[in-house]
């Protein structure tokens, strides 16, 4: 091996070792709400969605036009909020009570 090749690897190594130890510390989702303010439905210091994925195909199925942002800052993530699964039951009621009023309006 030569010293070159020496270094290389050790820059990609020490480059993969930053990687991880640079991270987002809070994560935040939020939902678009029908007024002007959108809504915060997510915040965590663990991240909701899995990270080895693009966003743009996992943050969409926690809510229809949802928005991810990361912050390095963990003081505003004292507090964790979770409203992703309390949403989706709300959807689904509703949904469902949908259907039912429409095959009601049938007979």
Same mark, same amino acid.
């Given at each position: 091996? +030569?010293? $070159?090749? %020496?270094? @290389?690897?050790? #820059?990609?190594?020490?480059?993969?070792?930053?990687?991880? %130890? %640079?991270?987002? $510390?809070? &994560?935040?989702?939020?939902? !678009?709400?029908? *007024?002007?303010?959108? *809504?915060?439905? &997510? @915040?965590?210091? /663990?991240? !909701? /969605?899995?990270?080895? #994925? !693009?966003?743009?195909? +996992? /943050?969409?199925?926690?809510?229809?036009?949802?928005?991810?942002?990361?912050? #390095?800052?963990? &003081?505003?993530?004292? +507090?964790? %909020?979770? #409203?992703?699964? *309390?949403?989706?039951?709300?959807?689904? $009621?509703?949904?469902? @009570?949908? @259907?039912?009023?429409?095959?009601?309006?049938?007979?």
């Amino acid at each position: 091996m +030569t010293a $070159a090749s %020496v270094l @290389r690897a050790a #820059l990609v190594l020490s480059a993969c070792a930053w990687a991880q %130890v %640079v991270s987002a $510390a809070c &994560y935040f989702v939020y939902a !678009p709400n029908n *007024e002007l303010i959108n *809504e915060l439905i &997510y @915040r965590s210091n /663990v991240a !909701p /969605v899995d990270l080895s #994925l !693009p966003l743009h195909q +996992t /943050v969409s199925q926690l809510s229809p036009g949802a928005r991810m942002f990361f912050s #390095l800052d963990e &003081y505003n993530c004292a +507090t964790e %909020v979770n #409203l992703i699964a *309390e949403r989706a039951q709300i959807a689904a $009621a509703r949904n469902s @009570r949908e @259907r039912r009023l429409r095959e009601e309006q049938r007979f």
